[in-house]
C-alpha cells in the first residue's frame, strides 16, 4: 500500500471525517484508560508504600519491645517464703551474678534494702544497696560502693510494688535505661527491691538490622527527641528531633500508620521522603521510617514511563491506521463516482476496477453489470434503428416508383384531382425517404460504420454544383445566393459526403429564412485548413440553442420554425462526417439577424 | 473549510492529554509537609543563659606543692590525657554536641611556692587549696611578668569559657564558679546570677571563669580505677554551676547520675541527667 500524502493537505471530507472519527474512537479510550492506570497505580503505590513501611515499624517495634520486656521480665523475682525479710546475702550475689552472666544487655544489677526492721541483729539504711554487680565490678561491688537510692525515683516507685523504667541515657558504651522491679514474698509483700541498668546496644542492633529499598532507613527516638539507634551509622545526628513536626507528633503519642498516616515531607537530612512511624506508648518512644521519595517511587516513575511510551506509539499507530482506512473507504468511492461521470458521457466500455474485497467491491461489480446492461440497451436500440431504418428503405422506394410511374401516365391517364393528391403523397413519401436515410446514416455512425474515403479535391466544384441543384428552391422563395469564389486551394474531402454536408447547411439556410434573404458562401484560409462560412439573413438560433444544436433528433422548437420541417438529424450527420475527415463545425448566431454555420477541412498537400 | 468543527474538540482533547500528562508526572512527587523551624538556643551556665558554654577552653596544671617534689609522679602526663579526651567524648555525648571541650595540658609540672601544708585545709573538698593554687598559677602563669608564662600556652581561643583544671599532688575533689569582682558575697552572687551558692568561689583569678581541683591519686591509684574519671567530670561540672546532687550532710543522693548516685560508677556508663541538661540548654 503507498500512502496518499496528500492527505495531508486535509482534503476530501469524507476522508477527514474517517481520520478524525477513527482517531477519536481509538485514542479517547486510551486516554481514560491511561488516566485509570496512572490513578490506581499511584493508589496501590501508596497502599505498597504503607504495607512495606508498616510492617518494617511493627516488625522492629516488636522486635525492641521483645528485647527490653525480656530483661523486665527476668527482673519480677518472687520468693516462695512468707517472712518479710530480705533475700539472703548469698542469695542476692549468686543471682545477680548469673543475672549478669544470663544478660549481655545488663550493665549493672543491685539489690537494694527495702526493710527497716533489724535484721540478724543489724539494721541496714532503707534504700541502700546490699549487692550490686556490674560489668565494671562482675564479681560484685564491695560495700564502699554501695550507695543508697533512697531518694531516687526509682527505688522509690519499685519499693510500692511497681516496675519503674526511666528514661534513655546516653553513654559512652550506648544508650541505656535504669529498670526497677521489687521482689515480692508468698504474700505478696516487697522484700526487696531489684534495680539495674539496661544497655541498649542490643536495640540499635535490631534497628541497624533493617532495610526499606534501596535507601530507606528506619530510626528509633526516646522520649526527648534524642536519637536512640539509626539504621544508617552516616545519618546519625546528635540534636532531638522534637522540633521536626514529623517525630513531635509521634512523641505526642500519634500513630502514623496506613495509607492515612504517612506523610511526604522534607527530612531532617534534606531528602523529600515519604514517612511512616508508630509511637511505642511502654517506653515514650517513637520508631519512624523514612523512605527517599525518589527511591520509593522508582517503580511507579518506571511504570508510568513506559505507559506514556506505549501509549504514543499507540497514538502513532492510530494516526497512521486511520490514514490508512480513511484512504481505502474513500478511493473505491472516488473510482465509482468516475465510473457514474463515463455512464452518464454514455460510454459503457471502461469498467470500474475495486478490489477490496467487501461490500464496496460488490458495489462495484454490480455498478459494472449496470453498464454492461446499459450498453446492451444502446445497442439493442441501434440494432432496431438500422433495421427498421433498412426494412423501411425497400417499402419507400417503391412507393416513389410507382407513384412516378402512376405521374408519368404509364397505366393511364391520370385526372387532375388525382394528380393533386398523387403529388401531395410523393412529397410525403419524400420526406419519409429522407427520414429513413437518415436514421441509416445516424446506424451506421453509431455503429462505426460510416465510411468515408478522402480525396484531394476542389471544393468549388461541389458548392457550385449544390448551389445549382438548390437555385429552384431558393428562387421559389425568393432569396439571393451570393458565391465568392476566391482562388482556394484544394482539400481532402469524400466528395460524395462533402456534398451531402454542403447540401444539408445551404438547404438549411434557405429552409431557416422566412420570406425573402441573402445566403453568402465565402472561403478562408487559415493554417493548415480551409475554412467554408455559409451565412443567411434568417431567423438566428438562440444562444441556449446553439449548444444543443448538434444533438441527435434536436431540433429548434420556435414560434417561427413550427412549419419547417425536418428529422432533427440532419446537423448531427453534417458534425459526424466532418469530424470523420479531420475537420471542425460550429455555428455564430443571434436571433432575428441570422446565422452563420462555418466548416473546416484539413488542405490537401499537394 | 469543512474541519474547522474538527479543530475545536481536537484541541481540548489536546489539552487534557498534556493536563493529564503534568498532573500525573508531578503527582507523587510531592512534598506535602514542610518543617517547622526551631529556634536555636546555645548551651549555657547552669541556670543561666546569659553564660555561653558552647566552647569550653580547659586549661590543665598538674600542681605540686614545694615540700612534695620528691612526690611527683613520673607519668603524670600520661594520666592525665587518657582521662581528659575521655571527658571530652563524655561532655560532648551528654551535650548532644551542644558544648565541647578543647583541653590543654600545661608542658610542666608546676612546683608551687610554697608547702603541702600551706594549701590545705580541713575540709574535705579542700577549697582552700584550690583558691591559693589557682591565684598563684594566675600570678605565675598567666601574668606576662610571671615566671612560669608561657607565649603559646592557652593564646589559643579560650572559647566561650575559660576553665582552670588543677590537678593537685595532695588530697581534694572541689569545682566551682569564680567569683571575681569581689565586690558581693559569695552569697549574693549567687543570687545575682541564679547559681547555686554551694559552687561559687569568690577569689582573684581573671585568667578563667571556672576552675576545679582534683587529687592526682584520682587518675593514679588502683582503688580509684573505676570511679576516677566520674570524679573528674563531676569536679569539672561545677565549673559551670551544676551542684551536687546529693545531700552534702547525709551522702544521700538524690540522682543516678554523674553528680548524685552516679558519681561512684564508671565515667563508661555515666551520664548527666536530663533535669541537669535542660538547666544547662543542652536540652529542651
Ligand atoms: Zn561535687
Known sequence: MIYNFDFFKLSGRLRNKIFFMTVFVSVGPLIILGFLAFYSLNLFHRFDIAGIEDNLINQKTEEVSGFINNIIGVFELRV??????????????????????????????AFVNTISEEINGERIAVGKETAKYSKTYPNGASDDVFINKSKLESFQQAATGKIYSGPVYYTLKGPMISIASPVLNANNAV?????????????????????????????????DG????????????????????????????EKKLGIGGQARYQSVWGEPVVGAGDYISKFGWAIIAEWPANDADLIVSTVRNQIILFSLIVFIAAVFASVFLADRIVKPIKILESGTKRVSQGKFDQLVEIKTGDEIEDLGEAFNKMTAGLKRLEELKEEFVFIAAHELRTPVSAIKGYLSMVLDGTVGPVSQGARKFIEEVLVANQRLIQLVNDLLQVARSDAGRLTIDVVSLDIREQVKTVVSELTPLSNEKNIKIIYQSADVPGVMADSVRLKEVLVNLIGNAIKYTIGSGEIAISHEVKAQNLITHIKDSGIGISTEAQKKLFEKFYRVQTEKTRDITGTGLGLFIV???????????????????????????PIAIS | ?????????????????????????????????????????????YGNNDVSIEKIKLMVFYAVPGDRSGLIYGKWREIMKKPLEKISDFHKLQFHGGSEIDYEIYPKPVILENSGSFYDSNNNGNAKALKLVAEELEKRAFKKNGDLYLENFAVSPRGDYPVLGIIYE????????????????????????????????????????????LSRGYLSEPEFEFYGQSFLYHEFAHTFGVQDYYDHETGLAFSDDIMGAGRWRSLESNFISSDILKELGAMN
Open chain 1, 80 to 109: 516462695d517464703y512468707e517472712l518479710s525479710s530480705p533475700i539472703a546475702s548469698s542469695s542476692q550475689n549468686f543471682i545477680l551474678n548469673e543475672l549478669l552472666k544470663s544478660n549481655p544487655a545488663l550493665e549493672e544489677a
Open chain 2, 1 to 45: 473549510m469543512a474541519n474547522n468543527k474538527f479543530v475545536k474538540p481536537l484541541f481540548i482533547f489536546a489539552v487534557l492529554v498534556v493536563a493529564a500528562g503534568v498532573y500525573f508526572w508531578f503527582s507523587g512527587r510531592s512534598v506535602d509537609i514542610v518543617n517547622r523551624q526551631s529556634v536555636y538556643k546555645p548551651t549555657h551556665l
Open chain 1, 575 to 601: 458534425k459526424q462526417i466532418i469530424e470523420k475527415m479531420n475537420g471542425k463545425i460550429w455555428v455564430e448566431s443571434e436571433e432575428g439577424k441570422g446565422s452563420t454555420f462555418s466548416f473546416s477541412l
Open chain 2, 170 to 213: 595532695g588530697f581534694g575533689a572541689i569545682g566551682g564558679v569564680i567569683e571575681e569582682s569581689g565586690l558581693e558575697s559569695e552569697q549574693e552572687f549567687a543570687k545575682l546570677k541564679n547559681l547555686p551558692e554551694s559552687v561559687i568561689f569568690k577569689t582573684s583569678v581573671e585568667s578563667a571563669n571556672g576552675f576545679f581541683l
Open chain 1, 226 to 253: 534524642f536519637l536512640i539507634a539509626h539504621s544508617q551509622a552516616s545519618k546519625a545526628i546528635k540534636t532531638s528531633f522534637k522540633s521536626q513536626f514529623f517525630a513531635s507528633d509521634l512523641l505526642k503519642g
Open chain 1, 191 to 223: 522484700i526487696n527491691v531489684l534495680t539495674g541498668e539496661i544497655n541498649l546496644s542490643g536495640v540499635q542492633k535490631i534497628i541497624q538490622n533493617s532495610r526499606l529499598g534501596n535507601s530507606g532507613y528506619l530510626y528509633l527516638l526516646d522520649y
